[in-house]
């Protein structure tokens, strides 16, 4: 790959910047929207339930088996592998001027702040779906592993991510196969006239039991959506605290320790990568080729085996709650080392250099995402589209949307070194106010990163 590509200028805090880099974040935080879009704009919690109930016309059933094989999690993953990239350039460069305990102390101030930023983003902005705050926590985890050689980051992340294998496998998947074969069986036994032993009587009304909690929790799902739908189809103020309810059902929750650990242990996959030098470019065109080959042939039979079962709309075991993590971290390795690819030529470094302008801005990117659909699109003292479209139009928005922020973000570091969101995180931890714009630099310096 070429060094120009890797070189990079910093920001006015004196955060260095890798063009490279940029570009992955600003393609993951465009990315996001595609998968954040349909909780906006329609019942977040059907989103996990009955995906139909968003809409499931030819074109909607298009949209979203590409979102699913090709985006479902990827963008969220490669964020928090560039996470764990910038912890380990910010602690270097902390400790390059401080000893261990004042580089933690400044790492877990950044994102003590960080963090605050993600309740605000969720209670006030009004978005359930917030990451900011759990990349926030994980990274005060992630962090203690920071000094850790590649191999090891590699095999706690790893650890980390394959417990949902073989605990979705085991007791989702293996266990949910063997006891619908055994109560088959049994009822079989039974049709034929056989009589039953005391344990297979125990296991037909056991399983008689798991059918009615099941329908149970169905219906009280299914009022769960409808009050959601009714609340954010309301008034102004029945949005407003349908979305705090929604929030508050995720965080503070139980179910927020597995979106930590799911992004601690991506981070430190994401060190590792950077310490290899992988994830920055420095690898050859063939071993990329191969990256993106080996990421997309696995993950993408898993991902549309996953598909294939959640569209059957049963309640038999499916492999993909074994699968998922795997073919998350597969299809997101796949992401990277086609960036690499194109990356390789000319052509590919102008079709996606306007990128890195989005990915220096991607955080306030990331709120704009949010301003404009929840402030603006979906709520009543909106558009009031909330309800209104289905998978298809709502990707067809999220395309419009996130075509208008690239542009828009290209304009603004042409006059702008720093975006708003960044510009008051950075100076909240940095306790004084940033310049918005860096000296001049040559114009020759300031064209390196991108050789024509």
């Known amino acids: 790959m070429s060094e120009g590509i890797l070189a990079g200028a910093a920001e006015p805090d004196g955060a260095p910047r890798i063009p490279i880099m940029d570009i992955l974040r600003g393609l993951a935080i465009l990315g996001i929207l595609f998968m954040n879009i349909n909780d906006m704009g329609q019942s977040l919690n059907a989103s996990f339930g009955d995906i139909r109930h968003l809409g499931w016309a030819p074109a909607d059933q298009v949209a979203w088996w590409l979102r699913e094989i090709l985006a479902n999690g990827t963008a969220r993953c490669l964020l928090e592998m560039l996470f764990g990239v910038g912890m380990v350039i910010l602690t270097e460069r902390f400790a ?26 969720m209670y006030i902005l009004l978005w359930p779906g917030d990451i900011l705050h759990s990349y926030g926590l994980a990274a005060l985890v992630a962090v203690l592993f920071r000094r850790l050689r590649p191999r090891w980051l590699l095999t706690i992340g790893l650890s980390m991510a394959l417990i949902q294998l073989t605990m979705g496998g085991y007791f989702g998947y293996y266990q949910g196969l063997q006891k619908q074969a055994q109560t088959a069986a049994i009822e079989t036994k039974q049709a034929g006239g056989l009589k039953l032993t005391a344990a297979e009587t125990k296991r037909l009304k056991d399983h008689a039991k798991a059918l009615a909690d099941r329908a149970k929790r169905e219906a009280e799902f299914d009022k769960q959506v409808a009050d959601e739908d009714r609340g954010r189809s309301g008034t102004g103020l029945s949005w407003m605290w349908a979305q705090i309810l929604v929030s508050w059902d995720r965080f503070p929750n139980f179910g927020e320790i597995f979106t930590i650990w799911e992004a601690a242990g991506t981070m430190l996959i994401g ?9 920055q470019g420095l690898r050859s065109r063939r071993y990329y080729l191969g990256m993106m080959l080996i990421g997309y042939g696995i993950g993408g039979v898993l991902r549309a085996i996953g598909a294939w079962e959640q569209t059957r709309f049963d309640h038999a075991p499916h492999s993909f709650w074994a699968t998922m993590e795997v073919a998350r ?41 949010t301003l404009i659909t929840l402030w603006v699109i979906f709520p009543p003292w909106g558009l009031a589209l909330y309800g209104k479209l289905s998978w298809a139009p709502l990707m067809e928005l999220a395309f419009a949307i996130n075509l208008a922020l690239l542009i828009l973000s290209n304009i603004y570091v042409r006059y702008l070194d720093i975006a708003p969101v960044e510009w008051a995180w950075r100076s909240l931890i940095s306790w004084r106010a940033l310049p918005w714009r860096k000296p001049r630099q040559p114009i020759q310096a300031r064209r390196a990163p991108f050789p024509a």
């Open 329 to 369: 971290l597969l299809m997101t390795i796949g992401h990277i080392g086609m960036v690499h690819v194109v990356m390789a030529s000319p052509l590919g470094q102008r079709l996606l250099k306007p990128f890195a302008a989005t990915g220096r801005t991607a955080l306030s990117v990331y709120i704009a995402q």
């Open 271 to 279: 060190a590792a990568l950077f310490k290899l030098g992988i994830i």
């Open 96 to 121: 390059a001027a401080a000893n261990g305990w004042a580089v933690l102390r400044r790492y877990y101030v950044r994102n003590l702040v960080l963090f605050l930023f993600g309740v605000v983003h």
